[in-house]
């Protein structure tokens, strides 16, 4: 898999897949310039009579609950059912998974839509998995990616999706594969919404590449490359962000290369 990445990597920016993200408006601008600065096309949109028609112009469609809204659920459910009808790729970001009876229940509603890839904090994939013996703490996690290992093989096995789990280990797993990514700094998490950078870039690729572990790799690789880069010349969680965008937009082969640190579990 470590020789496919570079050449996805370059691939996104050849194709220029459209993603369609129902997300949060906390972080919406901060998600479409990380989509337009690794070579995807973002549209965000929530009014429900033109759901189904966006997914049949986009390529892929992430669906994050970090603003939870009665109008925007059915929204969510109306492109999540449009996406699995025209067989296109749909990425659930379970934001705040646990938080409360109410995105619990939407989130289970979610699940039965089968998502092909579930992106998540520690804490999220446990919550999500009902294995809560850690307890959610907000959008953060109070878990270590390798203690969801167990809840994300059950979403797996009942669900049948790719689970990706972000933390200083990102964990990529399937019924097939597993993988571990060790890029990235500490410095990131002050940067609010990069978990949700995380899910849209997990989409972008998605949109291109049949594989979806090796889809969630390429993303989470590319983000974790990028921001350990980019740490190195800044000065605190501002600059990084922007440094963030440009390394995105210009990093090179031999950058990505000598900087990732992957280990394959299971291939």
């Known amino acids: 898999m ?11 920016k050849e194709i220029t897949p459209l993603v369609h993200s129902i997300t949060n408006y906390v972080v919406m601008n901060n998600t479409a310039n990380a989509l337009l600065a690794a070579g995807a096309s973002p549209i965000m949109a929530h009014a429900q009579p033109e759901m189904e028609d966006m997914l049949t112009i986009c390529q892929a469609l992430v669906i994050n609950i970090g603003t939870l809204d009665e109008y925007w659920v059915t929204s969510m459910k109306k492109a999540a059912q449009q996406a699995n009808k025209l067989n296109k790729p749909w ?21 039965h839509l089968k998502p ?5 904090n520690a804490s999220e994939i446990i919550a999500l998995a009902k294995h809560n013996t850690s307890p959610t703490k907000g959008v953060d ?49 002050k940067i609010t919404g ?29 983000l974790g490359v990028v921001g350990e880069i980019a740490s ?25 290369t000598s900087t990732l640190k992957l280990k394959v579990k299971r291939d």
């Open 116 to 120: 092909s890839i579930i992106r998540g």
């Open 232 to 256: 190195k010349e800044s000065q605190g969680p501002g600059s990084l962000q922007l440094n963030i965008l440009d390394k995105l937009y210009d990093i090179t082969e031999t950058e990505f």
């Open 141 to 189: 996690s109070s878990a270590e990616s390798n203690e969801a290992i167990a809840a994300a093989q059950f979403l797996v096995k009942e669900y049948h999706a790719t689970v990706c789990i972000s933390g200083a280990t990102d964990i990529i797993l399937n019924d097939k594969k597993e993988i571990h990514l060790l890029n990235g700094n500490e410095l990131m998490s």
């Open 2 to 12: 470590k020789e496919n990445l570079w050449k996805n990597i370059t691939q996104l």
């Open 91 to 111: 990425i659930l970001d379970p934001v705040g998974a646990g938080a409360t009876l109410y995105r619990d229940k939407v989130l289970s509603e979610l699940l």
């Open 194 to 222: 990069m978990g949700c950078t995380a899910t849209a870039l997990v989409a972008a690729f998605a949109a291109i590449i049949k594989d979806k572990a090796e889809a969630a790799t390429s993303a989470m690789a590319l």
